[in-house]
C-alpha cells in the first residue's frame, strides 16, 4: 500500500502569502461556514502530489485581524469541517535562546498559555469534555515536519517550548526575562489556543515557529520592532513554502498520532442530557463518540 492510499489534506494556518508554492495545482478558494462564525479569511485550497492543502491566512489577507481577535474556534473549524487529516501552524515567534538566531526555524514540541481573553474550547452550553494535553504536538507530524525542513536547507532547532502571550503588544524588558528564565525557547501571540482546538477536533497539530528577532532579553541586539520583523519574516517565508510542500510528500499517518480518537473518552455528559441544539452545532467533532438525540 503506498504513502497515500488513502488521500491525506494538509491544513495549513500561517501568512496568507504560503499557497503560492511551486507545483501548486487546482487552485481555488473555499467559503467555509461554521457552527462558530466566520474564520479569518477564505480558504485556498489547492493539490500537490497525491496531498491536498488547505490554507487559511490566520489574521486575514492584508493582515486585518490582531491576534486577540482571531476567531481561533471558527479557524481550526473550518478546517476540519474542510476534511483536514492533519493541521500545521506556521507563526513567527521571538527567540529566548542565543543559539536561536533570526532566521532559524523552530519545530516546537511544548506550549505555555498565558493568554487571557480567549476560548480555548469547543465545548460548552451543556457539554464538557477534557482532552489530554501533556504533550500538545504530534510527534510523528513534527518529525516529518523537521525533516522537511532540513530538507530544503533551512536551520532547524527541534523540540522547545513556546510561550504564547495575549499581545498585541510585545512583552517588556521584565516580561522577556521572567519568560527566559523559565526556559522556554520562543515567544509568540498565536500559538493558543490553536493547538488546544487542534487536539478537540482530533487534528495531528505541529508548529513550524519561524524566528525573527531576539524579543527584548537580548542586551546587544535591538529592542523587537515590527519593521524587524517583517524584513526577517519575509527572508522565512521560502523557507517555509518549500518546507510545507516537502512535508506534504512525507505526512504520517494520522490514526497513529496521540490526537486520533481525543474524544473517545473526553466527552463526560452523558449523551441525553447534551442539548439537541449543541449536537447539532458540535456534530462535526464528535459525531463517532456521542450519538445525536433523535
Not at 499557497?19 to 462558530?36: A, K, W
Not at 498565558?114 to 504536538?137: C, M, N, Q, W
Not at 517550548?161 to 526575562?177: D, H, K, M, N, W
Request: proline fraction near 5%; glycine fraction near 8%.
Amino acid at each position: 500500500m503506498s504513502l497515500h492510499a488513502k488521500k491525506y489534506v494538509l491544513g495549513v494556518i500561517g501568512g496568507s502569502g504560503l499557497y503560492e508554492i511551486e507545483g501548486l495545482s487546482n487552485v481555488q478558494e473555499l467559503t467555509v461556514d461554521t457552527p462558530f462564525g466566520a474564520p479569518s479569511d477564505a480558504l485556498v485550497r489547492g493539490t500537490l502530489g497525491d496531498t491536498e492543502l488547505l490554507f487559511l491566512p490566520r489574521h486575514g489577507r492584508g493582515h486585518r485581524v490582531p491576534p486577540h481577535k482571531i476567531n481561533f474556534r471558527a479557524n481550526v473549524a473550518a478546517l476540519k469541517i474542510a476534511g483536514a487529516t492533519h493541521m500545521m501552524s506556521v507563526s513567527a515567534v521571538g527567540s529566548m535562546k542565543e543559539e536561536i538566531a533570526p532566521g532559524d526555524l523552530v519545530v516546537v514540541d511544548q506550549f505555555i498559555d498565558l493568554t487571557k481573553k480567549r476560548v480555548s474550547t469547543f465545548f460548552e452550553d451543556g457539554i464538557a469534555a477534557h482532552v489530554t494535553f501533556a504533550d500538545p504536538v504530534c510527534a510523528d507530524l513534527a518529525a516529518a515536519l523537521g525533516q522537511a525542513a532540513e530538507s530544503i536547507g533551512a536551520k532547524v532547532h527541534r523540540g522547545g517550548a513556546y510561550v504564547c502571550i495575549e499581545g498585541p503588544q510585545f512583552s517588556t524588558r521584565a516580561e522577556s526575562l521572567v519568560y527566559r528564565s523559565w526556559g522556554v525557547s520562543v515567544i509568540g501571540m498565536t500559538a493558543m489556543p490553536e493547538a488546544k482546538l487542534a487536539r478537540e477536533a482530533e487534528l495531528p497539530y505541529a508548529t513550524l515557529a519561524l524566528a525573527t528577532d531576539y524579543d527584548c532579553w537580548h542586551e546587544s541586539e535591538e529592542d523587537v520592532s515590527v519593521e524587524a520583523v517583517v524584513a526577517t519574516l519575509k527572508k522565512n517565508v521560502g523557507f517555509a513554502k518549500k518546507s510545507i510542500a516537502a512535508v506534504a510528500k512525507i505526512l504520517p499517518d494520522p490514526t497513529k498520532s496521540r490526537a486520533h480518537g481525543a474524544l473517545a473518552h473526553a466527552v463526560m455528559t452523558a449523551p441525553d442530557k447534551v442539548p439537541a441544539e449543541t449536537q447539532k452545532k458540535l456534530a462535526f467533532l464528535y459525531q463517532t463518540h456521542l450519538h445525536p438525540q433523535k
